[in-house]
């Protein structure tokens, strides 16, 4: 796999769901919102995605995070006066919360029907939006090492974007059920601490020998290298406002420079790089990530090898001081100031589940059952959960300006 390396540069990509605008269910006409993209923005940069209810926002190669939103920005305009056009309304979550996903028609992208004819049952399940951040690295012996810098702070990352409470009309309890849904597919979730570039080849070779990147065309871990020179951070929910995404892709844009920088101080020191970024064990890893998803910044996570615990608001707030002088140079401090907004705002995983039981949801998930309710009520609350979705629709039309 080649990595040709690259200065600090940052991508974003946004993947965004298509709703009726009486019902706010789902509707798969992403195909149809293309054509009124190429008609009148010729070389746009939205494209499909494995579901036709989905397009994702692209942007080119940029130096600063504020020139990527900028970028997303003028994309989401013009989806937005397609949309109108078209008479559907976006959204913007991680999951969508009382669509099913047998309902759903795919693309017609053969990947993606490949993906389905392998995965079956769990691959069709996957109603599911994200946030992917590429972040220029240098060199490909750097990679691995920052990788498994980056996993310590999955809880982190996670906990500011979860956006993804309910599922098929019912609150599931997690903050991020997304986390829980996509790490289903063989090839997702986290990745393994390889050590080094070579380790991450000899894996490639294996996967291809035994036909799984045939199947599916890359590996789709939490956190990968790209053939771009970048490392990609794909685990973030898709969030309901721009400038949550933007102080999120600040703080991920800043700490892999970070990472970076401390590994060049320690080989220029002592040529022992590859050991000095931080690291947890895989389980504490596994463990944390678990915690996001299921409690958001309400979490306590683990944050170092000795497994000392941590409130996740707490270790956030201490790292955005941390990571302001690279902020600065990198033209983002206004972006990563941000950060400690999200935190006293709430997550959108909490706003979603105050609108939808301000509608009559469930006080807490799982305090009815089948027998409190009679047949013709049903069991799920998808009408309470309709406030949810106009609440993010809204948000999102609000910080597009």
């Not at 190429?38 to 209810?53: C, I, K, S, Y």
């Not at 504020?66 to 979550?93: H, I, K, N, T, Y």
């Not at 702070?153 to 599922?167: E, G």
């Not at 997702?188 to 570039?197: K, L, T």
Request: glycine letters at 8%; hydrophobic letters at 40%; one cysteine or more.
């Amino acid at each position: 796999m080649d990595f040709p390396g690259s200065e600090p540069t940052i991508g974003l990509e946004w993947e965004v769901a298509l709703v009726d605008p009486e019902t706010k269910d789902l509707v798969p006409r992403a195909g149809e919102l293309l054509d009124i993209l190429d008609r009148d923005h010729p070389g746009h940069r939205v494209t499909r995605e494995f579901l036709a209810n989905t397009v994702e926002m692209v942007t080119g190669v940029h130096r600063t995070v504020p020139e990527a939103v900028a970028d997303l920005r003028q994309q989401l305009g013009q989806l937005l006066v397609a949309a109108e056009e078209l008479g559907v309304e976006l959204f913007s979550a991680g999951t969508h919360p009382f669509a099913h996903w047998g309902d759903q028609l795919l693309s017609s992208k053969s990947s993606y029907q490949e993906i389905i004819e392998r995965t079956q049952y769990w691959g069709r399940q996957m109603l599911i939006w994200g946030i992917h951040m590429h972040v220029g690295v240098g060199s490909k012996d750097k990679v691995w090492p920052i990788i498994n810098a980056v996993m310590t702070q999955y809880p982190h990352v996670l906990a500011m974007s979860a956006s993804s409470p309910a599922w098929e009309g019912l609150d599931t309890g997690y903050a991020s059920n997304r986390t829980l849904l996509y790490q289903q597919l063989p090839t997702a979730g986290i990745p393994y601490q390889f050590e080094s570039w070579e380790q991450w080849e000899e894996f490639n070779r294996d996967q291809d020998r035994s036909g799984v990147i045939n199947h599916t065309g890359s590996m789709h871990f939490d956190v990968r290298p790209t053939k771009y020179g970048t490392v990609e951070v794909r685990f973030a929910d898709a969030t309901m406002e721009v400038w949550v995404l933007a102080a999120i892709s600040a703080y991920v844009h800043c700490l892999v420079v970070y990472f970076e920088r401390q590994w060049d101080a320690a080989e220029g020191a002592d040529g022992a790089a590859g050991t000095v970024l931080p690291t947890l064990q895989p389980w504490h890893v596994a463990e944390n990530k678990w915690r996001a998803a299921r409690y958001g910044l309400e979490a306590e996570i683990i944050v170092d090898r000795d497994t000392n615990e941590a409130l996740v608001t707490d270790e956030i707030r201490a790292w955005v001081e941390r990571l302001m002088p690279i902020a600065e140079e990198l033209g983002c401090a206004e972006e990563l100031g941000n950060v400690p907004a999200v935190l006293d705002r709430g997550g959108d995983y909490a706003i979603q589940r105050e609108a939808a039981r301000a509608a009559g949801a469930a006080l807490e998930p799982g305090t009815r059952t089948r027998g409190d309710v009679g047949a013709e009520e049903g069991f799920t609350q998808p009408e309470a959960w309709v406030a949810a979705v106009d609440v993010t629709v809204e948000a999102l039309k609000r910080s597009a300006r």
